[in-house]
């Protein structure tokens, strides 16, 4: 199955600071979403972005497709931003292959 | 916004009972998924299914675990007999065309006692 990385495991921030979350994949991939797990454990989609660059509000995401990675830019952080951010990638085996995560803690 | 409904949100079993878990997925959607998160793990893909059949099995998806969808709009899970081990938070997705973008519902958390 395909290797997806996620760094870094744990990313603790003060309120209005940025920051960087990267996902590695080891093989070709045909889609990449990212999701924040949220206290509650929901899963919530950020970003459905196979390649190129898409951004919303203060998130933004990058895929590389032929590097085999993804990016996800969080900017001017909030505590409501805490929470584990997922990586997944679907190859053509009819499955997701999800990272570990990153944890992220806002402190105010 | 479409979205995937999952029902119960929390439900609790004693250990050899079986439970169904229940999604609705999104209405034009033609692939289901299961996946399951033990607590403070990652997320595990259990099984997909489309055209009324699993297209795809983890191996933790044994012989204690199927799927159904018996009226065209709903997707269960059923577990026959739960063990401990079970308790996780289970997540239904569906998607369009293969390789579009996948909806997760908001999850059941099971938990065997």
């Known amino acids: 199955g395909i290797q997806v990385e996620q760094s870094p495991p744990d990313l603790i921030l003060q309120e209005g600071a940025n920051s960087t979350l990267r996902c590695n994949f080891s093989?070709?991939?045909?889609?990449l979403q990212w999701f924040h797990q949220n206290p509650w454990g929901q899963l919530i989609n950020l970003f459905y972005?196979?390649?190129g660059t898409k951004q919303n509000g203060r998130l933004s995401a990058t895929t590389v497709a032929t590097e085999r990675y993804s990016l996800l830019y969080i900017s001017s952080s909030q505590t409501t931003d805490s929470g584990v951010y997922f990586c997944?990638?679907?190859?053509?085996?009819?499955?997701?292959?999800f990272g570990s995560g990153t944890k992220l803690n806002v402190k105010p | 916004e479409p979205e995937v409904t999952q029902t119960p949100s929390h439900q609790v079993t004693q250990m050899g009972q079986e439970v169904i878990l229940r999604c609705v997925p999104i209405?034009?959607?033609?692939?289901f998924y299961w996946y399951r998160q033990i607590l403070g793990q990652k997320v595990e893909f259990l099984v997909s299914?489309?055209?009324?059949?699993?297209?795809?099995k983890s191996e933790i998806f044994d012989d204690q675990f199927s799927v159904e969808r018996p009226d065209g709009s709903n997707f269960t899970l059923k577990i026959r007999s739960t063990k401990l081990e079970d308790s996780a938070m289970y997540f239904c997705?569906?998607?369009?065309?293969?390789?579009?973008?996948?909806?997760f519902g908001q999850g059941t958390r099971l938990t065997v006692v």
């Open positions: 997705a569906s998607s369009g065309p293969m390789n579009t973008e996948a909806f």
């Open positions: 093989d070709s991939v045909n889609n």
């Open positions: 972005i196979p390649s």
């Open positions: 997944a990638v679907f190859s053509n085996f009819n499955k997701f292959y």
């Open positions: 209405s034009n959607h033609l692939y």
């Open positions: 299914f489309y055209n009324n059949e699993i297209s795809e």
